[in-house]
């Protein structure tokens, strides 16, 4: 009978230095002793790709994402050859790869790359000799041999495309916390840490900046049904399964809370109430590639109507510059910011079949006299942005209302 393969990755401060990557070692050498195949995925010590990215900028404010890509591979590379070397110490046979060398193929869009294949045999051919195959997190290759890398936190996605590839029993995620919580714990003390969750909710969580995994890396596994296990590097104990619904999970209305500090308002004012203005506006962002989030678009008064809108702090600049030249060709009015905005949602599978969500959340919120200010929800999740400076209150509160503290049934 074929034994059973196990796929971990360690990220985070489990790999923050040599010391780290020998526990990691005794970690997977435990495994394999257990009786597992074992695939690991490593990303790069410590702060790594910060720095390599540093170096960049102090040559070039524009650097071609080709060479980033390039310089940004090595630092996977380094932490794959020590982990090999430091399991070799503990007795037991390993190898290492880079992403090209075990045939991660990608597209050729530098810096974001997406997996298109991935040809196993090599992996499977170590494994069948007894070795512990060690994998460089973030990275591929193109058809045409040039490297890419996977967009920040690939190492997730590395390791969830290899336990699909190899058809894996279970691709553990080993990380800096004890797995997925009710909220934030630094903001939340009485946060508590899930035993489950489902794809669709932890693909809201992570999207609405639970730095927990990767975002893309949850779509994939959704996607081809990867059962995930995060738990954390540093402790023996339980931490969360990622898994499709169980029926358990659709009788929680709401799994956790999120908050979200990075996002701008930005209104046009004064946009001719006419067919065709909010289609502008929006074709011209999308064109640059700026991601925008909530939309509000209020009551016409006199033929005309102010529109805003979220997006990240970061693209605020073009964000500006774009809505400034159409507000000008349209006809409209000003253009305003606002960066003292958060947004607060609430994530639950459960939301599909129970009513008075909203109004919960609503009622939790004007308790606390906090006004809301944009409203957006989707079949599992509900966002309202309020000010930032009541964000961290009101997410206690409204963690306290939804009873999420409390274990589950
Ligand atoms: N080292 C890469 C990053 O820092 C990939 C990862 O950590 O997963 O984004
Ligand atoms: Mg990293």
Redesign the pocket.
Known sequence: MARSLIVQKF??SSVANTERIKQVAQRVVQTKRQGHDVVVVV??LG????ELLELARQISQNPPERELDML?AT??QVSVALLAMAIEELGEDAISFTGSQVGIITDGRHTKAKVIDINAKRIHDEVAKGRVVIVA??QGMTMSQEIT??????????AVALAKALSAELCEIFTDVEGVFTADPRIVPNARKLSAISYDEMLEMASLGAQVM?ARSIFVAKRFNVPIHVRSSFSSREGTMITQAAKAMEDVVVSGVTLQKDEAKVTIQDVPDKPGMAAQIFRELAEKDVNVDMIVQNVSREGATDVSFTVIKHDLPATLRIARSVAQRIGAGEVTTDEGIAKLSIVGIGMRSHSGVAAKMFEALSRERVNIEMISTSEIKLSCVIRKAHAERAMRVIHKAFGLSKRRA
């Open positions: 990220g985070g990303s790069a702060d790594t790709t910060d940004m630092g996977e997190g973030f890398t996977l967009g920040r936190g690939g190492s997730d996605l590395t990767q």
